[in-house]
C-alpha cells in the first residue's frame, strides 16, 4: 500500500473541522462469473479536487483491498437534518491488467461506518481501452429532486379485478381449503 499525503487545504475541505473518519473498502471482481481479480491496482481521491490521490492500493487473492480511513463529516450531520452534507464523497479508480479501467465518482463515506464498494471490471476483448466512468447521484435525502407526484387515494379498477388499496388491511379470518 503506497499512502500519500493530502495538502493541509485539501484534508480540512474533506474533513470539515473535527477529526471524524469513516472507512472504505473495495471489492473488485470480473464482470464474467464474478472472479475476484488481485492485484488491481485501486486509487482513491477526493471527489472536489480528484487529480490528487489519497491512497493507492492493491487487492488481494480475494479481490479486496485493505480497509482504509478517510476523512469525513462529522456523525451529528446525518443524525439531524442540517444543510451541510452528511457524507464524504470519493473517486475511485481501478486498474488492473487484461481488464478495462473503471472510474467509480461520489462513493459516499460516513462517519463511524466501513463502506464497502463493490467493482466489476470487464476484461479486454478489442485492443481499444475504453474508460467507464460510474458516477453515484447525490443521495435522496440530501440532493435536489423534484418532489413526488401525488398519487390519487382511490385508483380506477382495472379490468383484473386487482384492488390497491391505501393501507394494509389485515383480515381477521383466513379459511383455507384442502
Known amino acids: 500500500m503506497q499512502r500519500y499525503f493530502m495538502p493541509q487545504n485539501i484534508l480540512r475541505m474533506a474533513q470539515t473541522d473535527n477529526n ?3 472507512k472504505l473498502q473495495i471489492n473488485v471482481t470480473s464482470s464474467l462469473g464474478l472472479i475476484p ?10 471527489t472536489g479536487i480528484p ?3 489519497i491512497e493507492k492500493l492493491n487487492t488481494n487473492s480475494s479481490g479486496q483491498t485493505e480497509v482504509v480511513d478517510l476523512p469525513a463529516p462529522p456523525i451529528e450531520y446525518s443524525l439531524t437534518p442540517v444543510e ?17 479501467p473503471v472510474m467509480v465518482s461520489g462513493t459516499e ?11 466489476q471490471l470487464t476484461p479486454l476483448e478489442t485492443t481499444e ?4 466512468v460510474i458516477v453515484i447521484p447525490d443521495h435522496t435525502l440530501f440532493g ?15 379490468e ?3 384492488i390497491v388499496l391505501s393501507r394494509v388491511v389485515i383480515p381477521e379470518y383466513i379459511v383455507v381449503y384442502i
Open 129 to 132: 481501452e475504453q474508460n467507464d
Open 84 to 100: 451541510q452534507q452528511p457524507y464524504s464523497e470519493y473517486n475511485i479508480q481501478v486498474e488492473a491488467p487484461g481488464y478495462e
Open 20 to 22: 471524524s473518519v469513516g
Open 37 to 46: 481479480i488481485q492485484d488491481a491496482t485501486v486509487t482513491i481521491s477526493y
Open 160 to 162: 383484473s379485478g386487482e
Open 144 to 158: 435536489e429532486y423534484p418532489p413526488k407526484i401525488p398519487e390519487d387515494e382511490i385508483k380506477p379498477m382495472d
Open 51 to 53: 487529480d490528487v490521490t
Open 109 to 119: 463515506i460516513l462517519p463511524d461506518v466501513t463502506a464497502l464498494q463493490p467493482i
